[in-house]
């Protein structure tokens, strides 16, 4: 994708009620999308989870959208001029809170939410004044307000009975049926990546799910410059590289506690390592490339690690798996991962490959069931696949 015009914030204060969720399986929405990405780029790489979302695509007839505050008619000039007019103080538009986030109700129990919001780039985010936490907060009840205004679908997903019988778990103490504890419940949804500004935010709105072990677990959020990360080593003697086959699946779900599901992981790049070239024969190490962009699921069998693998798989996956993903005008090729709090041995990779980690991120469940209606309401509470571009934006 090549986004062209960034969005700003509204000059009229009045008019940034969130009412406007608009789909992304039209051309409409497909511009929609390099509008956000202008949007989102001065902020990365604190924006990055959001950022790769939408590069990511996937992007799903009914239950795909973006709600923001930003209307089409701030769309205007080209990204650099207007950000640096911005940072020069000739533009105060930029200075206010404003927020963006893609939603997709049919992913349960998988992420069904991302968020980015413009404090969560401030280096004093935490400290923000009075008045600038008011606002995200009340951007934040405008967000929740016009999810629990979207269709509820069914997920996309197969059952996930088999997941409620599994006992293993995790670094953490955490087993599969816990992390998939919510899925029965549509009005539960799991947001992922959130920033720990924008967690401690809708903590004070009293909306996070707290009744789930899994819940609100921190992660070390580890960002990485993909040209200072080591050129990936060679393998060891008789092992080979390759990709991850749908049949491999299972034997990926049995090492993870997070509720992976074929349909997805069918959908992301993946490397592997495999100590033959027989078809039958499983791997013995393998990562992803999440649909957020980050490195996911990365794992060695136990019996291979101490060999640096790990290194080699991420490494690799960062140089080779993700070429989409780096644009002409973006000079430094970032990637991420998120590791548990308490995952020491992710987290020593991880450092091991330069990845320095700023800040923390929550995958949080949020009970809509507790989210008061927004007093304004949107005119169009489903979707309109008939609206042009201008009406999906606007929302007068």
């Not at 606002?135 to 307000?145: D, F, I, N, S, Y």
């Not at 920033?195 to 990485?224: D, W």
């Not at 049949?247 to 049995?254: I, K, P, T």
């Not at 980690?357 to 696949?385: F, M, T």
């Amino acid at each position: 994708m090549h986004p062209r015009r960034p969005l700003t914030m509204p000059r009229d204060k009045a008019q940034v009620d969130v009412c406007h969720p608009f789909p992304l399986t039209n051309q409409a929405g497909f511009q929609v999308v390099l509008a956000a990405l202008d949007c989102l780029r001065p902020y990365l790489p604190v924006s990055l989870p959001l950022y790769r979302r939408l590069q990511f695509g996937r992007f799903f007839e009914d239950t795909s959208c973006i709600i923001t505050n930003l209307r089409r008619d701030d769309i205007r000039g080209s990204p650099q001029s207007s950000w640096t007019e911005a940072q020069n103080g000739r533009d105060d538009v930029l200075s206010r809170p404003w927020f963006m986030a893609f939603v997709d109700r049919s992913c349960r129990p998988e992420t069904e939410a991302w968020v980015f919001g413009t404090w969560e780039a401030e280096p004093d985010g935490l400290a923000m004044g009075d008045k600038q936490n008011r606002e995200a907060e009340r951007l934040m009840r405008g967000l929740v307000g016009a999810v629990k205004r979207l269709p509820v679908l069914p997920s996309m997903h197969e059952a996930v009975a088999e997941i409620k019988n599994e006992e293993r778990v995790d670094s953490v103490g955490n087993s599969p049926n816990e992390y998939a504890a919510h899925s029965d419940d549509p009005n539960i949804m799991l947001w992922g990546a959130i920033h720990e500004r924008t967690m401690h935010i809708l903590h004070r709105m009293g909306i996070i799910a707290t009744q789930y072990k899994a819940s609100a677990m921190p992660n070390h959020t580890f960002v990485f410059d993909v040209a200072e990360t080591p050129t990936p080593p060679p393998l060891p003697k008789g092992l080979l590289w390759g990709e991850l086959d749908p049949r491999h699946f299972a034997l990926v779900r049995s090492r993870t506690q997070i509720p992976r599901q074929d349909r997805t992981m069918v959908d992301l790049p993946s490397l592997a390592i495999y100590p033959s070239k027989s078809p039958s024969v499983a791997p013995i190490a393998w990562a992803f490339v999440g649909l957020d962009g980050s490195l996911t699921t990365l794992h060695v069998e136990p019996e291979w690690r101490g060999k640096g693998l790990a290194k080699a798989v991420a490494t690799k996956l960062f140089r080779e798996c993700m070429d989409g993903f780096w644009e002409a005008q973006i000079r430094t090729k970032f990637a991420h991962g998120f590791v548990q709090v308490g995952n020491e041995a992710s987290a020593r990779v991880c450092k091991s490959l330069g990845g320095r980690s700023n800040w923390e991120c929550y995958w949080l469940r949020i009970d809509l069931g507790k989210v008061e209606d927004s007093p304004r309401q949107c005119p169009r509470a489903q979707w309109d696949h008939s609206c042009s571009f201008v009406k999906e934006l606007g929302c007068d």
